[in-house]
């Protein structure tokens, strides 16, 4: 029983016949041209005009996306969030007293994470180095007639940034003369001055 048969034509130009006696024949139909126009091309076709690309907005985020991106944008923001705020000095304000030396304890008021600082004197480095714990730790200061500026420098920012402690002056009866808390980026200072009387 003889069956039609259709190819798709090679483009290399090569043709080839079919053997007699085979049953096989060749349609009546021409095949289509390779050269005729593509549904595709509509410049070639008269009457047709090409559609905008729609512009699809979902509302859904890039499944690829790279998941540290929303982390990152947060981190490298500089100007009008809590990061800026971090990255200056911060005044601590002054205190009077008649006192002759005064106790300066601090501590970590956040998760201990391993922050460390330096405190200055009036500019002169009065203990290099110092690890932030929950517990309070401090030092006497001796007051000299005048100001007395005290700085907290921020050596780091720990495991979770940033440096974050609390500080107490007491005077010499015991007595709180001054309170407050400091958030600083790395090299950035919180200042206290003790004005002696």
């Given at each position: 029983?003889?069956?039609?048969?259709?190819?798709?034509?090679?483009?290399?130009?090569?043709?080839?016949?079919?053997?007699?006696?085979s049953g096989l024949s060749v349609p009546s139909s021409p095949l289509p041209s390779t050269?005729?126009?593509?549904?595709?091309?509509?410049?070639?076709?008269?009457?047709?005009?090409?559609?905008?690309?729609?512009?699809?907005?979902?509302?859904?985020?890039?499944?690829?996306?790279?998941?540290?991106?929303?982390?990152?944008?947060?981190?490298?923001?500089?100007e009008g969030d809590a990061y800026t705020v971090i990255r200056k000095n911060q005044y601590?304000?002054?205190?009077?007293?008649?006192?002759?030396?005064v106790r300066v304890v601090y501590r970590d008021y956040e998760y201990p994470d391993g922050?460390?600082?330096?405190?200055?004197?009036?500019?002169?480095?009065?203990?290099?180095?110092?690890?932030?714990?929950?517990?309070?730790?401090?030092?006497?200061?001796?007051?000299?007639?005048?100001?007395?500026?005290?700085?907290?420098?921020?050596?780091?920012?720990?495991?979770?940034?940033?440096?974050?402690?609390?500080?107490?002056?007491?005077?010499?009866?015991?007595?709180?003369?001054?309170?407050?808390?400091?958030?600083?980026?790395?090299?950035?200072?919180?200042?206290?001055?003790?004005?002696?009387?």
């Open positions: 029983m003889p069956f039609a048969l259709a190819a798709q034509p090679d483009f290399g130009g090569k043709s080839f016949s079919l053997p007699s006696g050269n005729s126009a593509s549904i595709f091309d509509v410049d070639k076709k008269p009457g047709i005009i090409a559609a905008p690309e729609p512009n699809i907005n979902f509302g859904k985020a890039n499944p690829f996306a790279n998941p540290n991106e929303q982390y990152l944008e947060k981190l490298n923001k500089k601590m304000g002054d205190v009077k007293t008649k006192a002759g030396s922050d460390m600082i330096k405190v200055l004197v009036n500019d002169v480095v009065f203990l290099p180095r110092i690890m932030l714990d929950s517990d309070k730790q401090g030092f006497e200061l001796t007051l000299t007639p005048g100001f007395n500026k005290i700085d907290f420098e921020a050596l780091n920012q720990g495991s979770s940034g940033p440096n974050t402690a609390q500080f107490e002056i007491y005077d010499d009866k015991g007595g709180l003369i001054s309170s407050n808390q400091w958030n600083l980026a790395t090299g950035f200072k919180a200042t206290v001055i003790v004005i002696k009387e």
